[in-house]
């Protein structure tokens, strides 16, 4: 999947875009890039590889997982080490007037570039589980960019949002430690099921729950055992029935709403309603229907 979104390098250092791009790339032999600057936020999620980041004068090191803000109007350029792997990284830019326009709507927003901005303070670690969250975010986003669905632009600004509240979160929870380490998992935990009650229709095995956060399919099947009790798969399953239980309500047959929210047949489907509420989907509907 990954292949399939990888940008072709450009040395354009200016915004084509009023408030926001992002890019993904994937390279060997890069060409060494001349100290430069510009008027907007840049943000390096490392992926792979071996680099420096230079900016005003300081050298940074970042491994893969880390984050490294580099503010506008900073001269910065990176210094490739080693060419035995690829470069891989997520280059995310975005304007201070967006950046503006977010701290009015919340100052929640403004935590981390207030670190960046007033206390010069570039790099940023995380754990495998923070790298992975935050680096499937940023791919959704550039997955998003690539298509030509309906609400395209407004899906990417929710996105773009969404992306740099956990940014700041992650980094406010990170300085100040007493904050647990259930915290985080409660965190991932929500995101999962945010994912899953907006995709009930789609395949939701652990393999693509796996694939959609970057996290270990054992570890997304410990959480929910941990959270509710039961596996990821009887999680969705109630979901779903639930979900077909409010559409029964309206006209629709049965059979095609079933079906429409992830049921591969109508037999499993029915066995599993009348065991979760006691009734047939038929016997349901019709006892909703005498009581209007």
């Not at 430690?177 to 009930?200: A, D």
């Not at 941990?226 to 999680?235: T, W």
């Not at 929210?261 to 016997?283: A, L, M, N, Q, V």
Request: charged fraction near 25%; proline fraction near 3%.
């Amino acid at each position: 999947m990954q292949k399939k979104l990888e940008s072709t390098f450009s040395r354009r250092q200016y915004m084509m875009s009023r408030d926001f791009e992002i890019y993904y790339y994937n390279g060997y032999k890069l060409s060494p890039v001349e100290a430069h600057h510009h008027d907007y936020y840049e943000i390096y999620f490392f992926l792979e590889g071996s680099v420096e980041i230079c900016v005003e004068g300081r050298t940074l090191s970042p491994a893969p997982g880390d984050l490294v803000i580099v503010p506008p109007e900073k001269t910065h350029f990176p210094r490739i080490l080693s060419y035995e792997k690829p470069y891989r990284r997520i280059v995310l830019w975005v304007g201070k007037d967006y950046i503006q326009h977010l701290l009015e709507e919340s100052e929640d927003y403004g935590y981390l570039f207030g670190r960046v901005d007033k206390q010069k303070e570039y790099l940023y670690k995380f754990s495998a589980v923070q790298s992975n969250q935050l680096q499937g975010m940023a791919f959704r986003m550039i997955e998003e960019s690539w298509g030509e669905r309906y609400g395209k632009r407004t899906a990417l600004l929710l996105l773009l949002n969404e992306l740099l509240l956990a940014l700041n979160r992650t980094v406010y929870e990170q300085k100040h430690r007493n904050r647990k380490r259930s915290g985080q998992e409660e965190q991932v935990y929500q995101m999962i099921c945010s994912f899953i009650n907006s995709h009930l229709e789609e395949d939701l095995s652990l393999d693509r729950l796996s694939k959609q956060f970057f996290l270990n399919k054992y570890y997304i099947a410990h959480l929910f055992k941990d959270k509710v009790g039961m596996s990821a798969h009887q999680y969705i399953t109630g979901k779903r029935l639930a979900a077909c239980k409010d559409a029964m309500l309206g006209d629709e047959p049965i059979g095609q709403i079933c079906h429409q929210y992830g049921f591969s047949d109508y037999t499993s489907f029915y066995r599993r309603f009348k065991k979760e509420y006691g009734i047939s989907p038929k016997e349901y509907r019709q006892s909703h229907q005498l009581e209007e």
